[in-house]
Every structure is written in structure tokens, then in C-alpha cells.
């Protein structure tokens, strides 16, 4: 009977002790340990690989641990090495003296145990509008735009270049749309993929968002890039940055940090 008595003492101890570690350090801090991969976009996204699944880092604790660890920071796709990172309003860089460093542009950082390689890519503007017309005609849309652009790069490393289409009237001050669209596609063998398609009435309450290339990087070692889309909104509206991978079938989100 005493014997019994310690095991249930001991039992009841033991989950005490699990109970207070949660509270004390946290869920996410716990689940921090299992990360493999994490990745800073912008001032306001931290998505962390635990296992196989993407997760969003929002708690404040959580993103504070982070402070003054060595990320591997890209700005505008130049890669400045290792470095210390810190966080208040936005993310801020330090050579390994700490002292700042200061770049602006579009902000990446990444920890992982591989190297992540970032693809190089430059915009141009449209002046072949065969597969622009093909879409607004299939989606019953028409110009003027306030974003079009092209970008020619190979995402999945066959040695042949897609090409890839920003359209949108977002944020529009000479002309007032009577509907708004922002759209994202690829074309490939003359085959459209849609990546991103917003289209909603304009009813005035800029709720618009206009869509960005922000990084292609290959996340996961496959020898095919993903792709970090971004989605600018009014300045009182955090920017929307989404990961998308590509598969034969065309493109699927990961994770958002919406």
C-alpha cells in the first residue's frame, strides 16, 4: 500500500513539474527546440519548420528569442553572410561585432542546417501581351494596370525558363476600376498556371493588395526554388507574404502569415 502511495506522489510530481515548465517557457519555446529551419520575411513574418509542417511564429516571447542569434540575411537578394539580427518595429542587422548594418530593401534571414539557395532574377515590362490578354479575356477583365511585369527565371532547374506575370490595378489615382484584380501567373510549354488571383468589386473601403515577387529560394534541398510572394496593402495594414511551392501540377501554397 506505501508502495502504491509513492508511485501515485511521485506521479502527481512529475506532472507538476511538465505543467510549470509549460507555462514558464511556453508552447512555441517548446516546440523551438525541434525546428529545423526558420525564416524572417519582412519586418513582420517569422515561419518556422517543425518536422514536416510550416508553422507561424507570432508570439512575442518567440520572436524575442530570436534576438541577437546569427541569420543568414539577404537584402534585395544580395547576401551579406552571417549575421546578428534584433527586432523592435522592424529587423535589424549586426556584423559579428555587433555593430549595425545598415541595408534596405526586401528583407530575408534564414537558420537551417543546409544551405538555402536564393535565386537570382530581375523584372522587366511587358511587351509581348499575348498571355496578359489571355487571362483578363478569360477572367472578363481589362486594362489599364497599375503593376505589370515580367520575370524570366528556371524554378525547377530543367534548364528552361519560365516565364512569370504580374498584373494588377491596385492602388490606382488616375482612373477609378470598377473591379479590382491582382493576378500571378506562370507560363510554361504555352500552359498558364495561376499562382495568385484577387479579383472583388471596388467598393471603395481599399481593401486592394498589389502583388510582389519578393524571393525564389529552395527551402527544402530539392533542386526546385519556392517562391515568396508578397502583397502590398495601405500603410495601416501589414504587407500579406505567402510561400508557395511548384509542383508539375503548378503552384500550392505552404504557409501564409495570414
Given at each position: 500500500?506505501?508502495?502504491?502511495r509513492t508511485y501515485i506522489i511521485l506521479l502527481i510530481i512529475l506532472v507538476a513539474y511538465f505543467l510549470v515548465l509549460y507555462l514558464f517557457i511556453g508552447k512555441d519555446n517548446l516546440k523551438k527546440e525541434s525546428f529545423s529551419t526558420t525564416i524572417m520575411v519582412g519586418d513582420?513574418?517569422?515561419w518556422a519548420l517543425s518536422g514536416k509542417r510550416w508553422l507561424n511564429?507570432?508570439?512575442?516571447?518567440?520572436i524575442d528569442s530570436l534576438n541577437w542569434q546569427k541569420f543568414t540575411v539577404f537584402v534585395d537578394n544580395e547576401n551579406l553572410g552571417r549575421?546578428?539580427?534584433?527586432?523592435?518595429?522592424?529587423?535589424?542587422?549586426f556584423d559579428k561585432n555587433k555593430n549595425a548594418v545598415v541595408k534596405t530593401g526586401k528583407f530575408l534571414a534564414y537558420q537551417a542546417n543546409y544551405k538555402i539557395n536564393v535565386l537570382n532574377y530581375e523584372e522587366e515590362n511587358i511587351t509581348d501581351l499575348t498571355y496578359v490578354n489571355k487571362v483578363l479575356e478569360e477572367n472578363?477583365?481589362?486594362?489599364?494596370?497599375t503593376a505589370s511585369s515580367k520575370t524570366t527565371l528556371d524554378i525547377d532547374n530543367d534548364n528552361i525558363k519560365e516565364d512569370f506575370y504580374i498584373i494588377s490595378n491596385a492602388f490606382a489615382d488616375e482612373f477609378v476600376p470598377d473591379t479590382l484584380f491582382s493576378i500571378v501567373f506562370m507560363v510554361k510549354n504555352d500552359k498558364i498556371y495561376y499562382i495568385y488571383k484577387d479579383i472583388s468589386t471596388n467598393d471603395l473601403d481599399y481593401k486592394e493588395c498589389k502583388p510582389y515577387f519578393n524571393y525564389f529560394l529552395d527551402i527544402d534541398d530539392d533542386k526546385t526554388y519556392e517562391m515568396i510572394l508578397s502583397c502590398g496593402r495601405y500603410s495601416i495594414k501589414e504587407e500579406i507574404n505567402m510561400l508557395y511551392s511548384y509542383t508539375k501540377d503548378g503552384f500550392k501554397i505552404i504557409i501564409s502569415n495570414q
Amino acid at each position: 500500500m506505501r508502495k502504491k502511495r509513492t508511485y501515485i506522489i511521485l506521479l502527481i510530481i512529475l506532472v507538476a513539474y511538465f505543467l510549470v515548465l509549460y507555462l514558464f517557457i511556453g508552447k512555441d519555446n517548446l516546440k523551438k527546440e525541434s525546428f529545423s529551419t526558420t525564416i524572417m520575411v519582412g519586418d513582420n513574418t517569422v515561419w518556422a519548420l517543425s518536422g514536416k509542417r510550416w508553422l507561424n511564429i507570432t508570439k512575442q516571447s518567440s520572436i524575442d528569442s530570436l534576438n541577437w542569434q546569427k541569420f543568414t540575411v539577404f537584402v534585395d537578394n544580395e547576401n551579406l553572410g552571417r549575421n546578428y539580427v534584433w527586432h523592435d518595429d522592424k529587423w535589424y542587422i549586426f556584423d559579428k561585432n555587433k555593430n549595425a548594418v545598415v541595408k534596405t530593401g526586401k528583407f530575408l534571414a534564414y537558420q537551417a542546417n543546409y544551405k538555402i539557395n536564393v535565386l537570382n532574377y530581375e523584372e522587366e515590362n511587358i511587351t509581348d501581351l499575348t498571355y496578359v490578354n489571355k487571362v483578363l479575356e478569360e477572367n472578363n477583365l481589362s486594362s489599364p494596370f497599375t503593376a505589370s511585369s515580367k520575370t524570366t527565371l528556371d524554378i525547377d532547374n530543367d534548364n528552361i525558363k519560365e516565364d512569370f506575370y504580374i498584373i494588377s490595378n491596385a492602388f490606382a489615382d488616375e482612373f477609378v476600376p470598377d473591379t479590382l484584380f491582382s493576378i500571378v501567373f506562370m507560363v510554361k510549354n504555352d500552359k498558364i498556371y495561376y499562382i495568385y488571383k484577387d479579383i472583388s468589386t471596388n467598393d471603395l473601403d481599399y481593401k486592394e493588395c498589389k502583388p510582389y515577387f519578393n524571393y525564389f529560394l529552395d527551402i527544402d534541398d530539392d533542386k526546385t526554388y519556392e517562391m515568396i510572394l508578397s502583397c502590398g496593402r495601405y500603410s495601416i495594414k501589414e504587407e500579406i507574404n505567402m510561400l508557395y511551392s511548384y509542383t508539375k501540377d503548378g503552384f500550392k501554397i505552404i504557409i501564409s502569415n495570414q
